[in-house]
Every structure is written in C-alpha cells, then in structure tokens.
C-alpha cells in the first residue's frame, strides 16, 4: 500500500501565499511524477501542476507564474508554493502520485485531499 498525507491548506486573504505539501510512504519502487490537482465546488477535478523525475514541471495556464511546484526526492515529498492567491484557486487541492511498485506496474495513487480557501 502507498499513503500520501497532504499538509499546507487553510484560510488565506486575497493576494497572500499557502505551501501544501505531500509526503509519499510505503511499497514504491520508483516515481514517475507527482503533481496536484484541484477540484473547486460544483467544477471538475483539474491538472495544477507536475514534476516528473527528471524534474521537469508542467502547469495549468492559470496558475503559470503564481505557483511553483517543487520535489524533494529523498523524501518522496512534493511542494506546492501557492502566491497571489485569488478567490477562484478556492478549492480541495490533491497530491497524485504515479509510481511503479516491485513489480514494475505503473500505478496512481491520491491523498485525502487539503481544502485552500482564498477569501477577504
């Protein structure tokens, strides 16, 4: 089994900053990415942000410039730095973690999710 226990959300006023983390443990044999994605009410879960091993980053056009996603690999750990927050990134943000376990099967897993309200 494979958990993901997110950390970093909460309330934050208009224009400040939130870091989420996420903290990967238990029968990985390998990374292939790990990202977030986010789903606000009523909306669809969607793409924020990824890092692939190698460390290259890939972003949705509307948090370009403003998040920055970041990887510490000796600790199976991924970053979200979140900066000029506005009310619309208010949603439940998740780590996805996609991984090959020991016998070499690339599998998906999700956390529990971390709510990120943004609101004055």
């Known amino acids: 089994q494979v958990q993901l226990v997110e950390s970093g959300g909460g309330l934050v006023q208009p224009g400040g900053s939130l870091r989420l983390s996420c903290a990967a443990s238990g029968r990985i044999f390998s990374i292939n990415a790990m990202g977030w994605h986010r789903q606000a009410p009523g909306k669809e879960r969607e793409l924020v942000a990824t890092?692939?091993?190698?460390?290259?980053?890939t972003y949705a056009d509307s948090v370009r410039g403003r998040f920055t996603i970041s990887r510490d690999n000796a600790k199976n750990t991924v970053y979200l730095q979140m900066n000029s927050l506005q009310p619309e990134d208010t949603a439940v943000y998740y780590c996805n973690l996609q991984y090959r376990n020991i016998n070499t099967m690339l599998l998906n897993a999700w956390g529990q999710g971390t709510l990120v309200t943004v609101s004055s």
């Open positions: 890092i692939a091993s190698g460390g290259r980053t």
